[in-house]
């Protein structure tokens, strides 16, 4: 998985690859997906929602440079998957998922696979994480309408996010949002198909 279809493809980020080849993505699956769990291509995870093809999740980690000392808020917690590769890098991961079901299958996970930097909970990730912001990176796994304004205030200064936008249930645009001085400059990347961001 890692070599063909996210290093080949261009993701070179050696801690990010690293990541990848460590966290067990079948454990992250329900069981009927279990054969699958390292295909191209997103997977149903219940509830309506999924985890993200294998690729997308390499260049969003990869895209927020992240480092041993980071600190990363993740919106869309969905299996843990995401947050798990994010784990393996930086120091701590905090991740917010709005289906509750899915926060505490996520929260069980990651206790039982030994990812003690991460902190899970159920909620409206619009509203962003507060008491542990500012945050060196936000990676957004739900297709926003805009950005929430919210989140670029939890950004460090220098700070990075990714965030697909766009409408739900159509192609959206990946966005990578940069804070600088004050001001935040964004650039769109390439055309994403993500879950829609549903509001509490
Ligand atoms: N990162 C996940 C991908 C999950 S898909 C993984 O690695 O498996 C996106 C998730 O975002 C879904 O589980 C969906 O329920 C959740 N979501 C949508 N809107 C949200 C919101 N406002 N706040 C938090 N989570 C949200």
Redesign the pocket.
């Known amino acids: 998985m890692v070599k063909d279809q996210i290093a080949n493809r261009g993701v070179q980020d050696e801690a990010t690859l690293k990541a990848m080849r460590t966290v067990p993505r079948h454990l992250?699956v329900p069981e009927s997906q279990r054969s699958r769990a390292y295909d191209d291509g997103p997977l149903p995870?219940g509830?309506g929602?999924?985890?993200?093809q294998p690729y997308i999740?390499g260049y969003m980690t990869a895209a927020i440079d992240p480092g041993p000392g980071s600190k990363v808020l993740?919106?869309?917690?969905?299996?843990?998957?995401?947050?798990a590769v994010l784990a393996e890098i930086v120091d701590k991961v905090y991740t917010?998922?709005?289906?509750e079901e899915?926060a505490k299958q996520a929260k069980g996970r990651l206790r039982e696979l030994g990812y003690d930097n991460v902190q899970v909970k159920q909620?409206?990730?619009?509203y962003g994480w507060k008491e542990h912001a500012p945050f060196d990176a936000i990676v957004v796994?739900?297709a926003a309408e805009f950005v929430p304004p919210p989140l670029i205030e939890q950004l460090k200064p220098g700070g990075i996010m990714i965030i697909p936008v766009g409408s739900p249930f159509m192609v959206q645009t990946l966005m990578l949002v940069e804070k600088k001085g004050g001001q935040t400059k964004t650039k769109s990347l390439f055309p994403v198909r993500?879950?829609?961001?549903?509001?509490?």
Not at 74 to 81: C, F, L, N, V
């Open positions: 992250f995870i509830y929602q999924t985890i993200s999740v993740e919106i869309g917690a969905g299996s843990g998957y995401q947050a917010i998922e709005i289906v899915l909620g409206d990730g619009y796994t739900a993500f879950v829609p961001f549903t509001r509490e």
